[in-house]
């Protein structure tokens, strides 16, 4: 096979005869990081090693999962490179591991039900029970090499023993007595015994598809434990074929192996002992190497390629087709086509428009020729369900660029309106599925799924998986468990990491942990952090990807159970889905369209006024360009709440922007994100948009090349722009384009866009371009990374961001409510949502036992008037100052009543019993508790969120007479016990009991609501504050720019966008407003504990003001949490006498009695920790903010 004697290098071979042939292997025993937390190299790595050491080909067999398979497959392609998918079996019963290709289609789908089985049967996620059993049933079409009496995690030492004693004595013919040995944690196995068994069991059924695996494991027995393998397939007849059971791709992956092993096992590295492996070999080894180390078995080495060249299968034969949805009598084509023209009909009553005929035309021609027509089917009928639920949903992404999505209702937004470019959804040219999107309210999407399951069950529809990695924080906190750093260590490095992106560690990370970089133990540590960081952890379900089969999905990819019972997910993610062209449907949850379902209700019920989603939008006919009064709220900045236009960037663009058309918006939605920005396109976009406000005349490169930009005023913001760049400038073919715009959406992970460079300049330069233009063109495209958004997706959210401004504008009553009833959802917690509507005018009232519904619901004003008119609960004169704009605008006339959906730790079925008994009103805590049958926990409940005062009493006597309930007396209850008592129930046991502080209802309000109104807890430190200088946030509008300033408040909201070079943004909250905060790197550096851990902060920077907006760039940050501890006035007067066995005169004890002045100050630094103790613990009451990227 070789051509040389075995154990003879290169150098030793040949001489001046003829040069012999390079020697040939395939390694089939190697596995990849989806071996989770066993291999430790990825795909990539793998497959380049691979090729550049000479190997024939690839085997990934991966433990009882194929989910990094179609990884490899996509690197083997690109490097084309022979690869095989298969799999190692580890069983539940002892069998030996083994690993399992399939020969064809059919053997594939057999090793697919196979694992499916084991992961139903597991008996908790993520783990697959395999026996022995389950490979006879399915082993038809499939190829075994059954591995050495050792199993894939430590089972090798075991059996080295075993396998000694039978090189010694020789296989018996029963095997009956080998293999007797201790391993290292003393437990007696037979594995060789079990090996000779289950080659037996095997042999009748495989015959030549089944192997005797040979590994070396460089331990000085190699000889003799190969020789006895050799007797034993001498004796059963069956083929020995060699493998070096891979973990990594380099020897330099073995420290990183041990890490994972110690993670796994639970135990420091230092206690691993046995577990780790015992030496760095198990890497890919080139031929030459392998043919050395079987110089006496060639035959094993050579059966490797034999054994590869049988398997028949490859990925790319995996063919997705979607369940036929035709109606009766009917093609899916005809069926299609009438629901397309049934929908033109409705979307445009007086008659479709001609240019819509021809796109829809076009459109049904090009999906039939793609035969697509049963996946457009299926979106329909989940899009139908849902509407006939009452589910408010709407498609997005690319799909918004297809007229036939718009007619069939799967999305909203017209794309001959907008001119959309249906080729970024579908081309003849492109060989690529559909994809499409469709959000669905967030609290009712689980009606949709439970739909999909309930019509295709799980053999024919799963949900994409997701493969969970190790982030910055998780890697971190597991590597220091494992080279032994105590909790606090763990706990301080976690928390000193900003977001789940951080690519690295860094040298303040360490410091801000209280680590040494100097200790060399550090410098590991945060080494192999780094390298585990990315690895993929386990699989967890995506967010609502789901494929749906007309054959058995279970043969195409293993399926496995979630965390919800009855749920099934498959072993792929979407980009593996991507890779192999098969279609799935996104089903996922948006928490504005819960927001606008609900109010759409409210408007109905309490307004009398029925509309759609897309009916909103048409309201903006009603005005001009300059009168709109959403527009007008939209330019202010007044975006508290409302859809993507909220956050502290969004603000800050929307006065320089002025939107006052709904393409406006659409830009908008767009502009702000970290493509644009790193491309360098917002500030050349808003000097041309200002230059168009002052009637000058945009310019443009070419006539071509405006037709692409004239939107955008020539500067490119969307992913549809750079396709169309680059084939009209450059004269790239679609297919062309297309590439670039996918090298585009993995430029961070890739930097493929780069390969696009010359050919674009180039192209360009050739038809006419400067080459300053082109490569100005070029480098914005490239800015664009991941983030830029689809046109025809920035539509779609735009009409969500009018919706809701537009409730916001004249219903501030019903927006209020529906997000109050829609969280938790959105940039702002419940606090700020009812801060803004008050300042809108809207009226807010407590949660109450005798008016409050789970649901936060709307209230009039009271009785009605004399001529039978509702009393109005609005008064435009409570509106802010700063919104007097909207006193003429507002339409509200209700109250908005809180929902006791909001007090912590109730249940919605609780409170359904409490609404269902309270007729004409409860009138006393004892009525309501007979009536109701509620537990005294969850009236004690009630009572912290002050829900008593219907009946006049406050929290603390609330809490008092709850105390007087006997709970182990449910006789009481019973209806005669209950009339007996009737006397009782008019009034609650008297009692007198000092007022509770004020700041100490607000924290009670916190502790229970997460929102107080009563007061604001900033509001209570004002006169502090104002001795100290602090400027109210409302203040600030008043001061000169550029001024040094401090200001202080609740921190609501951290933003770190990764476009911002290190940046964070900070919002604090006051009693007059908020104060939008910038802290630069080397400031966030400086004060990173403060900025990341505080809950009421005290900053001191400079005034920073344009258009409107203002910020104060950060000097100096203070960390007040602990202030807030005062707003409970009875810590300062108990908290040094809380613990009930201190005495007055303690004896003391003889030994510790020392020097007076010394026993004074212990006692005073005492009485101190726990006065501070309980002041923080007070303050941990109050938010901690949001943390965003």
């Given at each position: 096979?070789?051509?040389?004697?075995?154990?003879?290098?290169?150098?030793?071979?040949?001489?001046?005869?003829a040069?012999?042939?390079?020697?040939?292997?395939?390694?089939?025993?190697?596995?990849?990081?989806f071996s989770?937390l066993?291999?430790?190299?990825?795909a990539?790595?793998?497959?380049?090693?691979a090729?550049?050491?000479?190997?024939?080909g690839?085997?990934?067999a991966?433990?009882?999962?194929?989910?990094?398979?179609?990884r490899?497959?996509?690197?083997?392609?690109?490097?084309?490179f022979?690869?095989?998918?298969?799999a190692?079996?580890?069983?539940?019963?002892?069998?030996?591991?083994?690993?399992?290709?399939?020969?064809?289609?059919?053997?594939?789908?057999?090793?697919c039900?196979?694992?499916?089985?084991?992961?139903?049967?597991?008996?908790?996620?993520?783990?697959?029970?395999?026996?022995?059993?389950?490979?006879?049933?399915?082993?038809?079409?499939?190829?075994?090499?059954?591995?050495?009496?050792?199993?894939?995690?430590?089972?090798?030492?075991?059996?080295?023993a075993?396998?000694?004693?039978?090189?010694?004595?020789?296989?018996?013919?029963?095997?009956?007595?080998?293999?007797?040995?201790?391993?290292?944690?003393?437990?007696k196995v037979?594995?060789?015994?079990?090996?000779?068994?289950?080659?037996?069991?095997?042999?009748?059924?495989?015959?030549?598809?089944?192997f005797?695996g040979?590994?070396?494991?460089?331990?000085?027995?190699?000889?003799?434990?190969?020789?006895?393998?050799?007797?034993?397939?001498?004796s059963t007849?069956i083929?020995?074929?060699?493998?070096n059971?891979v973990?990594?791709?380099?020897?330099?992956s073995?420290?990183?192996?041990?890490?994972?092993?110690?993670?796994?096992?639970?135990?420091?590295?230092?206690?691993?002992?046995?577990?780790?492996?015992?030496?760095?070999?198990?890497?890919?080894?080139?031929?030459?190497?392998?043919?050395?180390?079987f110089?006496?078995?060639?035959?094993?080495?050579a059966?490797?390629?034999?054994?590869?060249?049988?398997?028949?299968?490859?990925?790319d034969?995996?063919?997705?087709?979607?369940?036929?949805?035709?109606?009766?009598?009917?093609?899916?084509?005809?069926?299609?086509?009438?629901?397309?023209?049934?929908?033109?009909a409705?979307?445009?009553?007086?008659?479709?428009?001609?240019?819509?005929?021809?796109?829809?035309a076009?459109e049904?021609d090009?999906?039939?020729?793609?035969?697509?027509?049963?996946?457009?089917?299926?979106?329909?009928?989940?899009?139908?369900?849902?509407?006939?639920?009452?589910?408010?949903?709407q498609?997005?992404?690319?799909?918004?660029?297809?007229?036939?999505c718009?007619?069939?209702?799967?999305?909203e937004v017209?794309p001959?309106?907008?001119?959309?470019?249906f080729?970024?959804f579908?081309?003849?040219?492109r060989?690529?599925?559909?994809?499409?999107?469709?959000?669905?309210?967030?609290?009712?999407?689980e009606e949709v799924?439970?739909?999909?399951?309930?019509?295709?069950?799980?053999?024919?529809?799963?949900?994409?998986?997701?493969?969970?990695?190790?982030?910055?924080?998780?890697?971190?906190?597991?590597?220091?468990?494992?080279?032994?750093?105590?909790?606090?260590?763990?706990?301080?490095?976690?928390?000193?990491?900003?977001?789940?992106?951080?690519?690295?560690?860094?040298?303040?990370?360490?410091?801000a942990?209280?680590?040494?970089?100097?200790?060399?133990?550090?410098?590991?540590?945060?080494?192999?952090?780094?390298?585990?960081m990315?690895?993929?952890?386990?699989?967890?379900?995506?967010?609502?990807?789901?494929?749906?089969?007309?054959?058995?999905?279970?043969?195409?990819?293993?399926?496995?159970?979630?965390?919800?019972?009855?749920?099934?997910?498959?072993e792929?993610?979407?980009d593996?889905?991507?890779?192999?062209?098969?279609?799935?449907?996104?089903?996922?949850?948006?928490?504005?369209?819960?927001?606008?379902?609900?109010?759409?209700?409210?408007?109905?019920?309490?307004?009398?006024?029925?509309?759609?989603?897309?009916?909103?939008?048409?309201?903006?006919?009603?005005?001009?360009?300059d009168?709109n009064?959403v527009?007008?709220?939209?330019c202010?900045?007044?975006?508290?709440?409302?859809?993507?236009?909220?956050?502290?960037?969004?603000?800050?663009m929307l006065?320089?922007?002025?939107?006052?058309?709904?393409?406006?918006?659409?830009?908008?939605?767009?502009?702000v994100?970290?493509?644009p920005?790193?491309?360098?396109m917002?500030?050349?976009?808003?000097k041309?948009?200002?230059?168009?406000?002052?009637?000058?005349?945009?310019?443009?490169?070419?006539?071509?090349?405006?037709?692409?930009?004239?939107?955008?005023?020539?500067?490119?913001?969307?992913?549809e722009?750079?396709?169309?760049?680059?084939?009209?400038?450059?004269?790239?073919?679609?297919?062309?384009?297309?590439q670039?715009?996918?090298?585009?959406?993995?430029?961070?992970?890739s930097?493929?866009?780069?390969?696009?460079?010359?050919?674009?300049?180039?192209?360009?330069?050739?038809?006419?371009?400067?080459r300053d233009?082109?490569?100005?063109c070029f480098?914005?495209?490239?800015?664009?990374?991941?983030?830029?958004?689809?046109?025809?997706?920035?539509?779609?959210?735009?009409?969500?961001?009018?919706?809701?401004?537009?409730?916001?504008?004249?219903?501030p009553?019903?927006?209020c409510?529906?997000?109050?009833?829609?969280?938790?959802?959105?940039?702002?917690?419940?606090?700020?949502?009812?801060?803004d509507?008050?300042?809108?005018?809207?009226?807010?009232?407590a949660?109450d036992?005798?008016?409050?519904?789970?649901?936060?619901i709307l209230?009039?004003?009271?009785?009605?008037?004399a001529?039978?008119?509702?009393?109005?609960?609005?008064?435009?004169?409570?509106?802010?100052?700063?919104?007097?704009?909207?006193?003429t605008?507002?339409?509200?006339?209700?109250?908005?009543?809180?929902?006791?959906?909001l007090?912590?730790?109730?249940?919605?079925?609780d409170?359904?019993?409490?609404?269902?008994?309270?007729?004409a009103?409860?009138?006393?805590i004892?009525?309501?508790w007979?009536?109701?049958?509620?537990?005294?926990s969850?009236l004690?409940?009630?009572?912290?969120?002050?829900?008593?005062?219907?009946?006049?009493?406050d929290?603390?006597?609330?809490?008092?007479a709850?105390?007087?309930?006997?709970?182990r007396?449910?006789?009481?209850?019973l209806?005669?016990?209950?009339?007996?008592?009737?006397?009782?129930?008019?009034?609650?046991?008297?009692?007198?009991?000092?007022?509770?502080p004020a700041?100490?209802?607000?924290?009670?309000?916190?502790?229970?609501?997460?929102?107080?109104?009563?007061?604001?807890?900033v509001?209570?430190?004002?006169?502090?504050?104002?001795?100290?200088?602090?400027?109210?946030?409302?203040?600030?509008?008043?001061?000169?720019?550029?001024?040094?300033?401090?200001?202080a408040?609740?921190?609501?909201?951290r933003?770190?966008?990764?476009?911002?070079k290190?940046?964070?943004?900070?919002?604090?909250e006051?009693?007059?407003?908020?104060?939008?905060?910038i802290?630069?790197?080397?400031?966030?550096?400086?004060?990173?504990?403060?900025?990341?851990?505080?809950?009421?902060?005290?900053?001191?920077?400079?005034?920073?003001?344009q258009n409107?907006?203002?910020?104060?760039?950060?000097?100096?940050?203070?960390?007040?949490?602990?202030a807030?501890?005062?707003?409970?006035?009875?810590?300062?007067?108990?908290?040094v006498n809380?613990?009930?066995d201190?005495?007055?005169?303690?004896?003391?004890?003889?030994?510790?009695?020392?020097?007076a002045?010394d026993?004074?100050?212990?006692?005073?630094?005492?009485?101190?920790?726990?006065?501070?103790?309980?002041?923080?613990?007070?303050?941990q009451?109050?938010?901690?903010g949001?943390?965003?990227?």
């Amino acid at each position: 096979m070789t051509g040389r004697e075995p154990g003879k290098g290169p150098a030793e071979a040949g001489g001046g005869r003829a040069k012999a042939p390079l020697p040939t292997f395939v390694e089939l025993g190697a596995c990849t990081n989806f071996s989770f937390l066993r291999g430790a190299s990825g795909a990539k790595e793998m497959v380049v090693t691979a090729k550049r050491i000479g190997l024939k080909g690839l085997g990934i067999a991966d433990r009882n999962t194929l989910s990094g398979v179609v990884r490899v497959h996509a690197e083997a392609r690109e490097e084309k490179f022979p690869f095989q998918p298969g799999a190692r079996l580890v069983f539940a019963d002892g069998t030996p591991d083994m690993l399992v290709y399939p020969r064809n289609r059919q053997g594939w789908a057999h090793l697919c039900r196979l694992l499916s089985a084991g992961n139903l049967r597991a008996d908790h996620k993520g783990t697959c029970t395999l026996f022995l059993s389950d490979l006879l049933t399915w082993q038809e079409h499939l190829q075994v090499i059954v591995m050495t009496g050792c199993t894939h995690e430590g089972g090798h030492e075991r059996a080295q023993a075993d396998l000694q004693d039978v090189a010694a004595n020789g296989p018996s013919a029963e095997l009956s007595d080998a293999g007797t040995a201790s391993g290292p944690d003393g437990t007696k196995v037979r594995d060789w015994k079990r090996l000779g068994e289950t080659l037996r069991s095997l042999q009748p059924f495989l015959k030549s598809r089944l192997f005797l695996g040979m590994t070396p494991r460089y331990d000085g027995f190699d000889a003799p434990n190969f020789a006895a393998l050799a007797a034993l397939a001498d004796s059963t007849g069956i083929r020995l074929i060699a493998t070096n059971d891979v973990l990594y791709h380099s020897p330099d992956s073995r420290p990183l192996a041990d890490v994972m092993t110690a993670i796994r096992e639970h135990v420091t590295i230092a206690a691993a002992g046995f577990r780790l492996q015992a030496n760095a070999e198990r890497f890919l080894k080139a031929p030459g190497e392998m043919v050395r180390i079987f110089r006496r078995y060639p035959q094993a080495v050579a059966h490797t390629e034999r054994f590869f060249r049988t398997l028949d299968f490859t990925l790319d034969e995996l063919k997705h087709n979607y369940p036929d949805e035709a109606g009766p009598g009917e093609t899916s084509a005809q069926t299609l086509e009438r629901l397309v023209r049934e929908g033109a009909a409705r979307r445009y009553p007086h008659g479709v428009p001609e240019a819509v005929e021809t796109k829809i035309a076009y459109e049904l021609d090009l999906i039939h020729k793609k035969q697509y027509e049963p996946y457009f089917l299926t979106v329909h009928r989940l899009v139908a369900f849902a509407r006939s639920k009452d589910i408010l949903c709407q498609g997005r992404g690319s799909a918004a660029n297809s007229s036939v999505c718009y007619c069939l209702h799967v999305t909203e937004v017209d794309p001959v309106k907008f001119t959309l470019l249906f080729d970024r959804f579908l081309s003849m040219d492109r060989d690529e599925p559909p994809d499409i999107d469709i959000d669905f309210e967030h609290a009712r999407r689980e009606e949709v799924i439970q739909f999909i399951y309930e019509t295709y069950s799980k053999e024919h529809a799963g949900i994409a998986a997701a493969a969970i990695s190790y982030r910055a924080r998780s890697a971190g906190r597991e590597v220091a468990k494992v080279f032994g750093f105590s909790e606090d260590v763990q706990t301080a490095l976690a928390a000193s990491i900003w977001g789940w992106w951080t690519s690295s560690f860094t040298d303040e990370q360490a410091k801000a942990a209280g680590l040494d970089l100097a200790d060399p133990t550090v410098m590991r540590m945060f080494t192999y952090a780094g390298r585990l960081m990315d690895m993929p952890r386990h699989l967890s379900q995506h967010v609502g990807g789901f494929v749906i089969t007309k054959d058995r999905l279970d043969e195409v990819v293993p399926i496995m159970p979630t965390a919800m019972p009855g749920r099934y997910m498959i072993e792929w993610n979407k980009d593996d889905l991507d890779t192999l062209k098969i279609l799935k449907v996104d089903v996922l949850a948006l928490g504005m369209l819960t927001c606008l379902a609900k109010a759409f209700r409210m408007l109905e019920t309490h307004y009398g006024k029925q509309m759609l989603l897309s009916e909103v939008y048409d309201t903006e006919l009603d005005y001009g360009n300059d009168d709109n009064p959403v527009y007008d709220m939209i330019c202010r900045a007044d975006t508290v709440g409302v859809f993507q236009i909220e956050s502290r960037a969004q603000m800050s663009m929307l006065p320089r922007l002025r939107p006052r058309a709904f393409y406006d918006l659409v830009i908008e939605v767009a502009i702000v994100r970290p493509g644009p920005i790193q491309g360098d396109m917002v500030h050349p976009y808003l000097k041309r948009r200002e230059a168009r406000l002052r009637g000058e005349a945009i310019p443009y490169e070419s006539l071509e090349l405006k037709a692409v930009l004239e939107r955008t005023l020539g500067v490119p913001l969307f992913q549809e722009q750079a396709m169309q760049i680059a084939m009209t400038a450059a004269r790239f073919s679609a297919a062309e384009a297309d590439q670039l715009r996918r090298a585009m959406a993995t430029f961070r992970r890739s930097g493929l866009v780069a390969n696009f460079e010359t050919k674009m300049i180039e192209g360009m330069v050739a038809n006419g371009y400067s080459r300053d233009f082109a490569v100005r063109c070029f480098n914005q495209i490239k800015g664009f990374g991941e983030y830029g958004f689809p046109e025809s997706h920035a539509a779609s959210f735009a009409l969500l961001v009018y919706a809701s401004c537009w409730f916001k504008t004249f219903y501030p009553d019903v927006f209020c409510a529906a997000l109050l009833n829609a969280q938790p959802m959105g940039f702002y917690a419940p606090a700020q949502l009812v801060r803004d509507a008050r300042e809108h005018g809207v009226q807010v009232r407590a949660v109450d036992i005798n008016r409050s519904d789970w649901e936060t619901i709307l209230e009039g004003g009271g009785r009605d008037d004399a001529d039978g008119a509702r009393r109005s609960a609005f008064d435009c004169r409570a509106i802010d100052p700063r919104h007097r704009e909207m006193r003429t605008v507002i339409r509200t006339t209700y109250a908005v009543r809180l929902g006791f959906r909001l007090v912590k730790g109730l249940r919605e079925d609780d409170m359904a019993r409490l609404v269902a008994g309270r007729g004409a009103g409860y009138v006393s805590i004892y009525d309501l508790w007979l009536r109701s049958g509620l537990t005294r926990s969850v009236l004690e409940r009630l009572a912290d969120a002050d829900a008593f005062g219907s009946i006049g009493l406050d929290r603390r006597r609330a809490l008092w007479a709850i105390k007087a309930l006997d709970e182990r007396a449910p006789a009481e209850r019973l209806p005669l016990f209950a009339a007996a008592g009737e006397a009782d129930l008019r009034a609650d046991p008297a009692m007198r009991l000092p007022t509770m502080p004020a700041g100490e209802e607000v924290v009670n309000d916190y502790r229970a609501l997460s929102l107080s109104l009563k007061a604001h807890p900033v509001s209570f430190m004002r006169e502090a504050f104002a001795r100290d200088g602090v400027v109210a946030s409302r203040g600030l509008s008043g001061l000169r720019p550029g001024r040094r300033v401090t200001v202080a408040g609740l921190v609501l909201v951290r933003q770190r966008p990764g476009s911002a070079k290190g940046v964070i943004f900070m919002t604090l909250e006051d009693e007059t407003g908020v104060a939008n905060i910038i802290v630069w790197k080397a400031v966030f550096e400086t004060f990173r504990a403060v900025v990341m851990g505080a809950r009421l902060v005290k900053v001191t920077g400079r005034l920073q003001s344009q258009n409107g907006v203002i910020h104060v760039v950060a000097e100096r940050l203070e960390d007040m949490t602990e202030a807030l501890g005062l707003l409970k006035g009875e810590a300062r007067r108990f908290a040094v006498n809380e613990r009930a066995d201190e005495v007055l005169r303690p004896t003391v004890d003889q030994r510790q009695k020392g020097n007076a002045a010394d026993q004074a100050q212990r006692e005073r630094a005492r009485r101190e920790a726990r006065i501070k103790s309980g002041l923080m613990e007070t303050a941990q009451v109050l938010p901690k903010g949001r943390n965003f990227h």
